[in-house]
């Protein structure tokens, strides 16, 4: 059995499945969902009821050990969105997802669960950002293709006239998906920590902090300090930040990630948090 991990919207986590594991799970998924058809529709006798009903809860325990090692899915979805992990209402809508796609799985066609699930998180943890921010699906559509054309060349700070060359659409337009793409990612920092209070005021320049802040600061988080700093107050998105070091969105999201938690976990935590707060 795989080892257990954290939990994620009340499942517990499992270490993701090999191939092997996985497809040694599907025979008894099978079985166990033919054998509650048949505790259904069938006049049994007691024996042949038993034994269907070991059938079924041995299929039951199989989908549950599918579902909880493709939980980190979720995860990854989640924090690929640019989004720190933990946001309920993505998470939420990651395991409604992931479950969806559990239901409507078909063991027989000899497929990955976990490439199968993938579409139906993505699915629905876009549907819920696109419902945190207000757009249309068109306009999240829009947004999506905005996305992915920034991510083909990272280093490329593409003109209003290029979007809208690759989208399809006019300048004025191409200027008002990126403004609402801009718009999603501020939305990013709403609930993180140390960014409470921050929006409606310009940023400190870092020579205005205190010299123990910039210390402990640079302690925790070395040589991505400037990219923290950047990050919590808002003056540059996470692809903006990644553009500049010349690496992924998802490179620089795991950096921006360990450095919260080193500051979280940090023994002046709560005297940064006051700090921040104040700003």
């Known amino acids: 059995m795989p080892k257990e991990l954290r939990t994620v919207g009340g499942l517990t986590m499992l270490r993701p499945l090999t191939s092997d594991q996985e497809r040694a799970l599907l025979p008894k998924i099978i079985r166990g969902r033919d054998a509650a058809a048949r505790l259904e529709n069938d ?3 007691a024996a042949t009821t038993r034994s269907l009903r070991r ?11 599918l579902l909880r090692a493709t939980c980190g899915l979720v995860r990854l979805r989640v924090v690929e969105r640019g989004y720190r992990f933990g946001n309920d209402e993505l998470e939420a809508a990651g395991i409604e997802g992931l479950v969806n796609a559990l ?6 066609k000899g497929n990955r669960f976990s490439t199968y699930a993938n579409y139906w998180i993505m699915k629905l943890v876009n549907q819920a ?18 996305q992915k054309l920034l991510r083909s060349d990272l280093t490329k700070r593409f003109s209003s006239k290029e979007i809208a060359v690759a989208l399809g659409v006019s300048v004025a337009k191409a200027r008002d998906i990126v403004q609402m793409n801009h718009d999603l990612v501020n939305r990013r920092f709403e609930s993180s920590d140390f960014e409470r209070g921050i ?18 600061l640079q302690r925790l988080c070395g040589e991505n300090f400037d990219a923290f700093w950047q990050y919590a107050f808002r003056t540059m998105s996470i692809e903006e930040i990644a553009r500049t070091k010349g690496i992924s969105r998802q490179a620089m999201s795991k950096r921006l990630e360990k450095c919260r938690t080193a500051v979280r976990q940090s ?3 709560q005297r940064l948090q006051e700090w921040f707060d104040q700003q």
């Open 43 to 45: 006049d049994l006798d």
């Open 55 to 65: 059938e079924r809860e041995e299929g039951q325990r199989a989908e549950s050990t």
């Open 103 to 108: 239901h409507r799985f078909d063991p027989e």
């Open 129 to 146: 950002i696109r419902q945190q921010a207000g757009l249309s699906e068109s306009e999240m559509e829009y947004v999506l293709r905005l």
């Open 199 to 216: 929006e409606a005021r310009p940023s400190p320049a870092v020579t205005e902090a205190p010299q123990w802040v910039i210390e402990e």
């Open 267 to 269: 023994v002046e935590a």
